[in-house]
C-alpha cells in the first residue's frame, strides 16, 4: 500500500513537471511572435434618458406644542452646621546633632591580574624500546 501511495505521488510530480515544460515553451512562443494589432471596438449608440421626474413638495408637519412642567416642590432648608473644632498646635521635636556620614572621594585601585600563565609541570613520556 505504501509502495502504491509513493508511486502515485511520483508519477504526480513528474506530470506536472512535464506540464510545466510544455507551459513554459508556449510562453517562449508567445513572446516571440510578433504583436497582432488589437481588434478595434464598435462605437456604441448614445441614448437619450428621459428627464428626471421633479421632485414633490411635502407637506410641513406641523408639531403640536411641547407641554409645560409643573413646578417642582422646593427642599427644606437645612439647620447650619455646627463649628469645627480648633485644631492643636504641633511641634515637632528637635532633629539630633549627629553629623551625617561621609562620602569617600577616591575609588579603592583594582589588584594587578596577572597576564602570564604559570607553566605546569608534566610527567615525562615513557621510554620507547
Known amino acids: 500500500m505504501a509502495a502504491f501511495k509513493y508511486c502515485f505521488l511520483l508519477s504526480i510530480i513528474i506530470a506536472s513537471s512535464l506540464e510545466s515544460f ?11 511572435a510578433p504583436a497582432a494589432p488589437l481588434p478595434t471596438l464598435p462605437s456604441m449608440p448614445k441614448v437619450a434618458l428621459p428627464p428626471m421626474p421633479s421632485i414633490p413638495t411635502l407637506p410641513q408637519a406641523t408639531l403640536p406644542p411641547l407641554p409645560t ?4 416642590p422646593t427642599l427644606p432648608k437645612l439647620p447650619p452646621l455646627p463649628p469645627m473644632p480648633a485644631v492643636p498646635k504641633v511641634t515637632l521635636p528637635p532633629l539630633p546633632s549627629n553629623p ?18 604559570p607553566t605546569i609541570p608534566f610527567p615525562s613520556p615513557p621510554p620507547s624500546n
Open 100 to 117: 551625617l556620614p561621609t562620602i569617600p572621594t577616591t575609588i579603592p585601585s583594582i589588584p594587578n591580574i596577572p597576564s602570564t600563565i
Open 69 to 72: 412642567l409643573p413646578n417642582q
Open 22 to 32: 510544455e507551459m513554459s515553451m508556449a510562453a517562449r512562443h508567445l513572446l516571440q
